[in-house]
């Protein structure tokens, strides 16, 4: 059984900067993609970035350039730092995982392993 666990959530000023960290229980960056996941209130959930197997990695063209996903094997977590954050950046956000290589359309896809959301709010 997998177990994520979500942190670094809080209340930004739009244009500053957050990490979120998930804790994975088991570590399976060698044999997992991985993602990040968001929900806004009322909207539908949407895929913010994913890391493969090999490291590579695929973001949504709202986040392209600000956003970076990452991996740190000798701490099992993955990250997300997020730059620049806007207004519209505010949302519950989720990491994910799922057995074997990514999907071609991973940010669309479907993953086994869910944690429980970390909440990002930010202000203008």
């Known amino acids: 059984q997998v177990q994520l666990v979500e942190s670094g959530g809080g209340s930004v000023q739009a244009g500053e900067s957050q990490v979120l960290s998930c804790a994975v229980s088991?570590?399976?960056?060698?044999?997992?993609?991985m993602a990040w996941f968001r929900r806004a209130a009322g909207k539908e959930r949407e895929g913010v970035a994913t890391?493969?197997?090999?490291?590579?990695?695929k973001y949504a063209n709202s986040v392209q350039g600000r956003f970076t996903i990452s991996k740190d094997s000798a701490k099992n977590t993955l990250y997300l730092r997020m730059n620049s954050l806007k207004p519209e950046d505010t949302a519950k956000y989720y990491c994910?995982?799922?057995?074997?290589?990514?999907?071609?359309?991973?940010?669309?896809?479907?993953?086994?392993?869910w944690g429980q959301g970390t909440q990002v709010t930010v202000s203008s």
């Open positions: 088991l570590y399976t960056s060698r044999s997992y993609c």
């Open positions: 994910a995982a799922d057995r074997g290589w990514c999907e071609t359309d991973s940010l669309r896809a479907e993953y086994a392993y």
């Open positions: 890391i493969d197997i090999n490291g590579r990695t």
